[in-house]
């Protein structure tokens, strides 16, 4: 017969079909815990394919591992290596002058679209939402077909750009785009530049538009001219944004991989080699881990350092902001 | 606030979801105990169905292997036995066969390796592949070896087989010589030189064009002579007379005599991407260098096509340089087996089949390509007679190359030595001129510094 009642551990009385055991402890808690089951499997991938490899890539670049061999522990000898590597200094060289490119011609460009787009030559509104379009498409298009589309371009016998400087200019005009060491980067920077400006300029054009008309207004009415206007009003007040989109053009510029891994493979001569393809060059086709991991972490310590000192030169660490 | 007792605090919950995540991570990361290859007590019995899988860059690569088990009695006799290809892009499948054999998971029965990522493979003190040696036994005296083991091979044991003999050859432009009086083919590297100043002259046309992103040709030229590559050790053997004499030759040709030109390739195909043929089509060109894949059958949609049939041949490599050898080889992809593939022997089974009996006639059939198994060079299929080049039998040709085939070795710094070596003399010195010592100077401390690494 059962009971009218059951008794917990602790001495209390319980009406019948009240959990006990896990079940009680289950009850209580179930509300707390549940929430955790629907975030768990974003951690559960985070930590297995995202923090996991960079913990243990971290550990993998104090070790020599070439193939399958087990690792061998070799301190800081990567990272030796790689001060005395000539070609980690040329990719290196390679990326800096790519990510100059972007932050003297891509960067100024792009603000220059967003300018003229927000002005009155742009008057309509559907003309600057056509424009907006525009300037995304690039972005849109993938590096393969960009490259792919590039290369033909920049062909030596039969390119567009050379059959123009042909007939402009003779035979002799022909430049080796991406075959002559010492254009080929520039060859790079021009793609860079057709496939990220529009989406820098789109960056400008939300910060421009969030400037207030009475500011340009009111300085128009003090006698300020355009480039007045433009200098003294603007640009400080599109500060946030420029930061934004220099440390944003500056990390992709160290991160580029896909356009010269697909235009030059890194050639002629290493020179257009960027400092990913020479990661991912020395990880899989030489299949040197360990050496690969300490470039991957040189890589990063670079892009922090570059990251700290465009927030100290935008100011953004200053109480005012 | 107080943490109530019993509660899970967010910060346990992070704690044990790390926990869990990795366990999991461990787990999925252990490597699986493989059954050893060729243990007899771990194979499958004759009813069970067994699927060989086996990873490629290119779909024909493994489909003429099916076809093969198709047409030549191997499906019959083993019916139990299925392929099923995984096609992958060029990197993408190579990268995927060093992450298996580093992680030891999902790995395939057989790899088809490119010979030029072979190398990656043979790093370290393990060696991903089981060693055929034994296996293939006496029938190494079937195989040319120089294109069917050597690029897979590394310290005495074979890893893998091609099934193509790459022996190169020089085609020529015959119309165009004829048309100017130079009489062909050529004996020597320097008969070819002279036709070239006359055909310069007379045609303003090149040649031959030298690839300078690519050690392609320094290498074909390299080989036979005599010369290596790499030696046995896998250290770069073109630091000698022999590789100054060639490269100066290359040097001469296009900067003193402008009678040869730089192949016209693109940065990221530095072979002989479409406008490379394109040159020949456009008249530019009259010689072209390389192995049956690259100028045996240059009447394909792929190569010069249509318009220029009967113009050429086939010819031997030129002697002038080392040894005077008539051929080297050039390019490749192995059948290897993994050691940790899940069913070794019936993956050797097929590799037997496709690779060491007439059913490597099969690829021929397909590709037109002239396999590496010396007892079928005489079958009909590989001595017609072909149209383009004014009904010239190559496989006569291609045979009488096989079996001159040098032997070459592989270096496990391959693909490093091969940029290296380019970067600082194929390319200055082919490109701008550059003094060869100069650049052969300093090319001997990057491979050193390549090594210590």
Same mark, same amino acid.
């Given at each position: 017969?059962?009971?009218?009642?059951?008794?917990?551990?602790?001495?209390?009385?319980?009406?019948?079909?009240?959990?006990?055991?896990?079940?009680?402890?289950?009850?209580?808690?179930?509300?707390?815990?549940?929430?955790?089951?629907?975030?768990?499997?974003?951690?559960?991938?985070?930590?297995?394919?995202?923090?996991?490899?960079?913990?243990?890539?971290?550990?993998?670049?104090?070790?020599?591992?070439?193939?399958?061999?087990?690792?061998?522990?070799?301190?800081?000898?990567?990272?030796?290596?790689?001060?005395?590597?000539?070609?980690?200094?040329?990719?290196?060289?390679?990326?800096?002058?790519?990510?100059?490119?972007?932050?003297?011609?891509?960067?100024?460009?792009?603000?220059?679209?967003?300018?003229?787009?927000?002005?009155?030559?742009?008057?309509?509104?559907?003309?600057?939402?056509?424009?907006?379009?525009?300037?995304?498409?690039?972005?849109?298009?993938?590096?393969?077909?960009?490259?792919?589309?590039?290369?033909?371009?920049?062909?030596?016998?039969?390119?567009?750009?050379?059959?123009?400087?042909?007939?402009?200019?003779?035979?002799?005009?022909?430049?080796?785009?991406?075959?002559?060491?010492?254009?080929?980067?520039?060859?790079?920077?021009?793609?860079?530049?057709?496939?990220?400006?529009?989406?820098?300029?789109?960056?400008?054009?939300?910060?421009?538009?969030?400037?207030?008309?009475?500011?340009?207004?009111?300085?128009?009415?003090?006698?300020?001219?355009?480039?007045?206007?433009?200098?003294?009003?603007?640009?400080?007040?599109?500060?946030?944004?420029?930061?934004?989109?220099?440390?944003?053009?500056?990390?992709?510029?160290?991160?580029?991989?896909?356009?010269?891994?697909?235009?030059?493979?890194?050639?002629?001569?290493?020179?257009?080699?960027?400092?990913?393809?020479?990661?991912?060059?020395?990880?899989?086709?030489?299949?040197?881990?360990?050496?690969?991991?300490?470039?991957?972490?040189?890589?990063?310590?670079?892009?922090?350092?570059?990251?700290?000192?465009?927030?100290?030169?935008?100011?953004?660490?200053?109480?005012?902001? | 606030?107080?943490?109530?007792?019993?509660?899970?605090?967010?910060?346990?919950?992070?704690?044990?979801?790390?926990?869990?995540?990795?366990?999991?991570?461990?787990?999925?990361?252990?490597?699986?105990?493989?059954?050893?290859?060729?243990?007899?007590?771990?194979?499958?019995?004759?009813?069970?169905?067994?699927?060989?899988?086996?990873?490629?860059?290119?779909?024909?690569?493994?489909?003429?292997?099916?076809?093969?088990?198709?047409?030549?009695?191997?499906?019959?006799?083993?019916?139990?036995?299925?392929?099923?290809?995984?096609?992958?892009?060029?990197?993408?499948?190579?990268?995927?066969?060093?992450?298996?054999?580093?992680?030891?998971?999902?790995?395939?029965?057989?790899?088809?390796?490119?010979?030029?990522?072979?190398?990656?493979?043979?790093?370290?003190?393990? *060696?991903?592949?089981? %060693? &055929?040696? =034994?296996?293939?036994?006496?029938? +190494?005296?079937?195989?040319?070896? @120089?294109?069917?083991? /050597?690029?897979?091979?590394?310290?005495?044991?074979?890893?893998?087989?091609?099934?193509?003999?790459?022996?190169?050859?020089?085609?020529?432009?015959?119309?165009?010589?004829?048309?100017?009086?130079?009489?062909?083919?050529?004996?020597?590297?320097?008969?070819?030189?002279?036709?070239?100043?006359?055909?310069?002259?007379?045609?303003?046309?090149?040649? *031959?064009?030298?690839? %300078? &992103?690519? =050690?392609?040709?320094?290498?074909? +030229?390299?080989?036979?002579?005599? @010369?290596?590559?790499? /030696?046995?050790?896998?250290?770069?053997?073109?630091?000698?007379?022999?590789?100054?004499?060639?490269?100066?030759?290359?040097?001469?040709?296009?900067?003193?005599?402008?009678?040869?030109?730089?192949?016209?390739?693109?940065?990221?195909?530095?072979?002989?991407?479409?406008?490379?043929?394109?040159?020949?089509?456009?008249?530019?060109?009259?010689?072209?260098?390389?192995?049956?894949?690259?100028?045996?059958?240059?009447?394909?949609?792929?190569?010069?096509?249509?318009?220029?049939?009967?113009?050429?041949?086939?010819?031997?490599?030129?002697?002038?340089?080392?040894?005077?050898?008539?051929?080297?080889?050039?390019?490749?992809?192995?059948?290897?087996?993994?050691?940790?593939?899940?069913?070794?022997?019936?993956?050797?089974?097929?590799?037997?089949?496709?690779?060491?009996?007439?059913?490597?006639?099969?690829?021929?059939?397909?590709?037109?390509?002239?396999?590496?198994?010396?007892?079928?060079?005489?079958?009909?299929?590989?001595?017609?007679?072909?149209?383009?080049?004014?009904?010239?039998?190559?496989?006569?040709?291609?045979?009488?190359?096989?079996?001159?085939?040098?032997?070459?070795?592989?270096?496990?710094?391959?693909?490093?030595?091969?940029?290296?070596?380019?970067?600082?003399?194929?390319?200055?010195?082919?490109?701008?001129?550059?003094?060869?010592?100069?650049?052969?100077?300093?090319?001997?401390?990057?491979?050193?510094?390549?090594?210590?690494?």
């Amino acid at each position: 017969m059962a009971s009218s009642s059951e008794i917990s551990p602790t001495g209390r009385r319980y009406a019948p079909g009240t959990p006990t055991g896990f079940r009680l402890w289950w009850h209580r808690h179930r509300l707390t815990i549940i929430p955790y089951f629907y975030i768990a499997p974003f951690f559960i991938l985070f930590a297995i394919f995202l923090a996991w490899p960079v913990v243990r890539s971290f550990y993998l670049s104090f070790h020599k591992q070439q193939g399958i061999s087990v690792p061998a522990f070799i301190g800081l000898d990567n990272y030796v290596n790689l001060l005395a590597d000539p070609r980690f200094k040329q990719s290196l060289l390679n990326t800096t002058v790519y990510a100059l490119g972007s932050l003297l011609l891509q960067i100024p460009l792009a603000f220059i679209l967003a300018v003229v787009v927000n002005s009155r030559l742009v008057p309509w509104a559907n003309a600057k939402s056509f424009y907006r379009l525009s300037y995304f498409v690039p972005l849109l298009t993938s590096a393969v077909i960009a490259s792919l589309m590039f290369s033909i371009l920049y062909d030596y016998n039969s390119g567009l750009i050379n059959s123009y400087l042909m007939r402009f200019f003779g035979e002799e005009a022909k430049v080796g785009w991406v075959r002559n060491a010492r254009v080929v980067k520039l060859s790079i920077i021009l793609l860079l530049i057709w496939r990220f400006t529009g989406i820098n300029s789109l960056y400008f054009v939300a910060g421009l538009q969030n400037i207030p008309k009475e500011l340009e207004e009111a300085a128009a009415i003090d006698g300020a001219n355009w480039w007045q206007v433009l200098v003294g009003i603007t640009i400080p007040l599109m500060r946030p944004v420029i930061l934004f989109v220099t440390v944003t053009a500056i990390n992709g510029s160290y991160q580029i991989f896909a356009e010269p891994y697909l235009l030059t493979g890194g050639g002629p001569r290493d020179q257009s080699l960027s400092i990913v393809q020479y990661l991912y060059n020395t990880g899989f086709s030489y299949f040197n881990l360990g050496y690969a991991s300490a470039i991957g972490y040189t890589l990063v310590t670079i892009i922090v350092i570059l990251a700290i000192l465009n927030l100290r030169f935008f100011g953004a660490f200053r109480e005012d902001q | 606030m107080t943490q109530r007792k019993g509660n899970l605090s967010r910060r346990d919950f992070v704690r044990y979801s790390g926990l869990a995540a990795g366990a999991a991570a461990v787990a999925a990361c252990a490597a699986p105990v493989a059954p050893a290859a060729g243990d007899a007590s771990d194979a499958p019995s004759e009813d069970m169905e067994v699927i060989v899988e086996a990873w490629a860059h290119w779909e024909q690569g493994l489909g003429w292997i099916q076809n093969s088990m198709d047409n030549y009695g191997f499906s019959e006799e083993n019916p139990h036995i299925t392929w099923n290809p995984v096609v992958a892009p060029f990197a993408e499948i190579h990268d995927k066969m060093l992450a298996a054999c580093a992680s030891g998971v999902g790995v395939p029965d057989v790899m088809r390796v490119e010979q030029g990522r072979m190398s990656a493979f043979f790093k370290g003190e393990e *060696i991903c592949f089981i %060693d &055929l040696t =034994d296996r293939i036994g006496d029938r +190494m005296d079937d195989l040319v070896l @120089g294109s069917a083991v /050597d690029y897979w091979s590394w310290k005495g044991s074979v890893y893998g087989i091609g099934n193509e003999v790459n022996a190169c050859s020089l085609a020529y432009r015959k119309s165009v010589f004829d048309e100017i009086g130079i009489e062909t083919p050529f004996e020597t590297w320097d008969d070819l030189m002279e036709a070239g100043v006359v055909l310069k002259e007379a045609k303003d046309m090149a040649v *031959i064009s030298w690839h %300078d &992103l690519h =050690d392609g040709d320094f290498q074909i +030229m390299l080989f036979a002579a005599g @010369g290596e590559m790499f /030696d046995e050790n896998g250290d770069f053997g073109g630091i000698n007379d022999l590789g100054k004499q060639i490269l100066e030759f290359q040097r001469m040709t296009i900067h003193d005599l402008g009678i040869a030109i730089s192949a016209p390739v693109t940065g990221d195909s530095t072979w002989s991407p479409p406008i490379y043929w394109e040159a020949f089509r456009q008249d530019q060109i009259a010689c072209t260098l390389g192995a049956p894949w690259h100028n045996g059958k240059l009447g394909r949609e792929d190569k010069i096509g249509p318009g220029q049939e009967n113009e050429w041949r086939l010819q031997r490599i030129p002697a002038g340089f080392g040894a005077n050898g008539p051929t080297a080889t050039h390019g490749g992809t192995s059948v290897s087996i993994p050691k940790q593939a899940q069913h070794p022997e019936e993956a050797w089974q097929i590799i037997e089949h496709s690779h060491l009996t007439e059913a490597v006639l099969q690829d021929s059939i397909e590709r037109g390509i002239w396999p590496s198994y010396i007892p079928v060079l005489d079958d009909p299929i590989l001595n017609e007679p072909y149209d383009y080049y004014e009904g010239q039998v190559i496989g006569e040709l291609y045979k009488d190359l096989a079996l001159q085939m040098p032997r070459i070795f592989q270096s496990p710094w391959a693909p490093e030595f091969h940029t290296a070596i380019n970067n600082f003399v194929i390319t200055p010195v082919l490109q701008d001129g550059a003094d060869i010592d100069a650049a052969f100077a300093e090319l001997e401390p990057e491979l050193e510094r390549i090594k210590s690494l």
